[in-house]
T-cell receptor
């Protein structure tokens, strides 16, 4: 089992729809969770972080965390073509806690 | 500096040559991380520094890889006797400190091609 798992996609949504990106992780003791956006040929950019169970909203983005299910998700409301990118889930685990472990990313395509 | 700076942005080298990749973190950031990303793959952890110390070198793929950090600032990743499988984008990131809820800020990466 991979430490951090994401569906590679692509996830295709029409402009204006809600995009839902999911991530599961193996270490039940994981402490903090991050979502990065990576445009093709560019480096990852931090867009959201979440540490406690529940929802955290920032503009059109909502991160959701369920530690009991070892599941974290990112919702993008009113998706725009400019949101088309690969979204990486990163987890700071309880062991080796000084580094983030990244999933392989989900590619999102938003069509006009 | 305002962001994480990496150089060179692109490097083409012949198999068997040594290469040095440089990272200049955000000023005041004590933690520095090296990852690499192969085409279509996720980010693979290589090594991290807290100050000038490297507590976790577990991700270095072989003894051909080494890294150092001086003055709590600039870091150099050295790959000796490069192989074609070393071709990847090498990403450096920094954060204010370790063991906290801070995410990383990444540099723009060095694309290494071994021919």
């Amino acid at each position: 089992q991979k430490e951090v798992e994401q569906n590679s996609g692509p996830l295709s949504v029409p402009e204006g729809a809600i995009a839902s990106l999911n991530c599961t992780y193996s270490d039940r003791g994981s402490q903090s969770f991050f979502w990065y956006r990576q445009y093709s040929g560019k480096s990852p950019e931090l867009i959201m972080s979440i540490y406690s169970n529940g929802d955290k909203e920032d503009g059109r983005f909502t991160a959701q965390l369920n530690k009991a299910s070892q599941y974290v998700s990112l919702l993008i409301r009113d998706s725009q073509p400019s949101d088309s990118a690969t979204y990486l889930c990163a987890v700071r685990m309880n062991t080796g806690f000084q580094k983030l472990v990244f999933g392989t990313g989900t590619r999102l395509l938003v069509s006009p | 500096g305002a962001g994480v700076s990496q150089s060179p942005s692109n490097k083409v080298t012949e198999k068997g040559k040594d290469v040095e990749l440089r990272c200049d973190p955000i000023s005041g950031h004590t933690a520095l991380y090296w990852y690499r990303q192969s085409l279509g793959q996720g980010l693979e952890f290589l090594i991290y520094f807290q100050g000038n110390s490297a507590p976790d070198k577990s991700g270095l793929p072989s003894d051909r890889f080494s890294a150092e950090r001086t003055g709590g600032s600039v870091s150099t990743l050295t790959i000796q006797r490069t192989q074609q499988e070393d071709s990847a984008v090498y990403l450096c990131a920094s954060s204010l400190t370790i063991g906290t809820n801070y995410g990383y800020t990444f540099g723009s990466g060095t694309r290494l091609t071994v021919v």
